[in-house]
């Protein structure tokens, strides 16, 4: 976090597309605070090394003939480029590997084409004559697994499952109801069918599962741990990121205790300690910032926040580039199998909200946000409507969160 008085602030802004800086300027009247993920140095490359040098002894050991690597999608911010390009090294002296399997664990999200698969992986190893790359698809890629909660079978992506060494490569963030993603949660919901999925989404929704940056004291999280422990997963690699999308940790190891170690972590990396109450709460969506369905993510910020910086008039605006439009998600998308008619955000019923978001038209836009909440296309329009809207106070007292997706807050 670093607290500014400033007036004039850019923005991380269109992620996986342009990265570019959205450059806002606010009334000398604004009290601006600043507040984005603690920076952190980016790690030698020999960190890296070091986890790929325990994947290698494993390896060596199991001799497996197929690897399959589950990793996730433009939705969660990091490239694991560095990483497969590393990886294509230590496997040079494996002549028993064959074939690799890459799967993009997609859960209902929308496949990536080509050119967004090779921002994630990098297009050596997509060179690979050993490689298949695959989008998980939960309508064509599942099969048994003789994992079942209650009567609703567990199926999963039959590529991850041809593989004898599994892989998961995950990017920790917070995550609404999953505490932090990543983990098991690459495989369910990440590659798992659609019964399971909406199962599994139904009992948060019902409010039977977890919270927001709390993943060790989650059911939902347990609940997924179990199936992860019943299917397998021969090695682990979570990673932690900064506001400019670059690895600042990672491990390697057992799936669980790799994870749950860099929870703890995580839970400090991406925390701002929030000390006053501001008039104005400002939410960027980076860098979850690509598909209108997934912005809601920027609430992270206010909805972990264990006591409210913000009052019954504070004006609430979240902006994003949604360069890919609506985005999909087979559930929660317009006509999706849990989509609901749109409503107020329940416990911030008399507060406004404005959003920017210059990719979508208001048609879209009210497909997934209730009518009453303001959309504009133009900054400079946004801007004046804020202005009004504060007209009567001679201190503005404004919090902005810069990469708000990726953001938890404590109050003190």
Known sequence: MSDTSVNKISLPWNAWHEDAGLQVSFPANYSVDYFTVKERGVPAATDLHHILEKLAARLSAKKPSALSVAIDDLTRPLSYENFFNLLLEYLESFDFINRINIIVALGTHGPLNNDEIAKKVGTKIMADPRVVLVNHNWETDVIETEVNWGNVPLKLNRYFMQGDFRIVLSTLIPHPFAGFSGGSKSLVPGLANLEITRKTHQSVLMGFMGKIGDAENNRFRKTIDDFANQIGVDYFVGFL??????????????????????????????????????????????????????????????????QPFWHENSLFVISAACAKGMGRHALFEDGG????????????????????????????????????????????????????????????????????????????
């Open 241 to 306: 990121c900064n506001s400019q999308r670059q690895i600042v940790q990672a491990a390697g190891g057992e799936l669980l205790p790799t994870y749950y170690d860099l929870v703890q972590k995580a839970g400090d990396l991406y925390t701002s300690t929030v000390s006053r109450t501001y008039d104005l709460v400002w939410l960027n969506s980076y860098p979850k910032d690509g598909e209108l369905v997934q912005i809601d993510t920027a609430m992270n910020p206010v909805n972990s926040a264990p």
């Open 337 to 412: 199998l849990l989509h609901r008619k749109p409503f107020p955000k329940r416990q911030f019923k008399d507060n406004k909200f404005f959003y920017y978001i210059p990719g979508i038209s208001g048609e879209e836009f009210y497909k997934l946000y209730w009518e009453g909440y303001s959309l504009f296309g133009r900054l400079d329009e946004m801007m004046e409507e804020i202005r009004k809207q504060f007209s009567a106070l001679s201190e503005v007292r404004t919090a902005i969160f810069a990469t708000a997706s990726i953001q938890l807050t404590t109050t003190g």
